[in-house]
Nanobody
Framework: QVQLVESGGGLVQPGGSLRLSCAAS????????MGWYRQAPGNERELVAT???????NYADSVKGRFTISRDNAKNTVYLQMNSLKPEDTAVYYC??????????????WGQGTQVTVSS
């Protein structure tokens, strides 16, 4: 069994910063790509950023230059540093990871989501 647990969401004013964390635990052999997605009310879930096991990052155009994704492989944790936040960044943010378990089966896992609200 594998779990992804997110933390770090909250309410912030426009222009502010937040840092999200997502820790994977359980029967893990190796974690491949990890990423963050978000879903605003009435919208589909969209990609925010992804990072490979080697550290290669990919970002949605809407967050380039403001958000930074990183990971600590020793801690099985992925981070999302969000700067210069805008009201349109308001959404539930979900962590995602492609994890090879100790059974040698590769599955896609999701966290429970953490709310980010940008408002004055």
């Amino acid at each position: 069994q594998v779990q992804l647990v997110e933390s770090g969401g909250g309410l912030v004013q426009p222009g502010g910063s937040l840092r999200l964390s997502c820790a994977a635990s359980g029967s893990i052999f190796r974690i491949n790509a990890m990423g963050w997605y978000r879903q605003a009310p009435g919208n589909e879930r969209e990609l925010v950023a992804t990072i490979t096991s080697g550290g290669g990052a990919n970002y949605a155009d809407s967050v380039k230059g403001r958000f930074t994704i990183s990971r600590d492989n020793a801690k099985n944790t992925v981070y999302l540093q969000m700067n210069s936040l805008k009201p349109e960044d308001t959404a539930v943010y979900y962590c995602n990871a492609a994890i090879l378990g100790t059974t040698m089966r590769l599955y896609d896992y999701w966290g429970q989501g953490t709310q980010v609200t940008v408002s004055s």
